[in-house]
């Protein structure tokens, strides 16, 4: 059972074990959304990789600040942006997720491939060691959600460090649940390139939201 709430969102009873978490409703991206997200990722590359003559960044300057003052009439609050629910586009069209492609979603587990950009740069030419969790824990939270696991936050996350994980080199992550032990599920990820060298490998316990917890 749910009931809808003031800002669109429905609030859920636990019978439906989401915790206090409301259930979103999908809000399907437009034949441009993905563009953007990619012209965006595309400044954020450059942002990191460019050196600009002052005088030609300012005027840059004011344009980026232009287009953020024609985007700010458009701010909606969560669950109610393309942002994060598109499953058919990279990063789920969420410019903070890596622009990785959900490849297999299913009981079986979660497999996505994608390339660390110059953005995710770290040093000597390796992705920055902080990127990794974001992708192994977005990876864990789909995990639970194709397990048909009720609603969850990780309780914890290991990643080991293997091996340098390079830039702009196709690579794969594929995550599943090892066990379930009451409200815990434990789930497990393997990083590697394309010819199944390790990367790294991470674990994580999700655990299920008891009603009211945010
Ligand atoms: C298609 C689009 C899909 C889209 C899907 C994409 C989704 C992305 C999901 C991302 C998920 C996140 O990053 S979530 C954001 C990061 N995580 C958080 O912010 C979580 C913050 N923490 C919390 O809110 C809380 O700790 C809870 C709610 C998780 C748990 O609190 P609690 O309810 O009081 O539970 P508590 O009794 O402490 O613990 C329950 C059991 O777990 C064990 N436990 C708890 N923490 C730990 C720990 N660190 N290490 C070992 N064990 C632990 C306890 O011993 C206990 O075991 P036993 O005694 O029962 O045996």
Do not use: C
């Amino acid at each position: 059972m749910s009931e809808q709430t003031a800002d669109g969102t429905e609030s859920v009873t636990d019978g439906e074990k989401r915790g206090g978490f409301p259930r979103f409703r999908h809000t399907p991206a437009g034949p441009d959304f993905g563009r953007f997200v990619e012209a965006m990722r595309r400044l954020q590359d450059l942002a990191v990789s460019t050196n600009v003559p002052d005088d030609v960044l300012a005027d840059i300057a004011t344009q980026a600040e232009e287009l953020a003052d024609r985007l700010t009439p458009y701010e909606v609050p969560e669950g109610k942006s393309p942002a994060g629910s598109n499953i058919q586009l990279p990063g789920r069209g969420s410019l903070l997720m890596l622009p990785w492609m959900v490849e297999k979603f299913d009981t079986e587990g979660v497999r996505s491939t994608g390339v660390f950009r110059r953005y995710h740069l770290g040093g000597n030419g390796a992705a920055h060691g902080g990127v990794l969790p974001l992708l192994f824990d977005d990876v864990f939270g789909m995990t639970v959600h194709a397990g048909g696991r009720p609603i969850s936050r990780t309780g914890y996350l290991h990643i080991n460090y293997r091996a340098i994980t390079p830039l702009n080199t196709q690579l794969v992550i594929e995550g599943k649940v090892d066990r379930v032990e009451g409200r815990k599920t434990f789930v497990s990820a393997r990083l590697t390139d394309l010819d199944g060298k390790l990367l790294a490998d991470g674990e994580a316990l999700m655990i299920e939201l008891l009603p009211g917890q945010p």
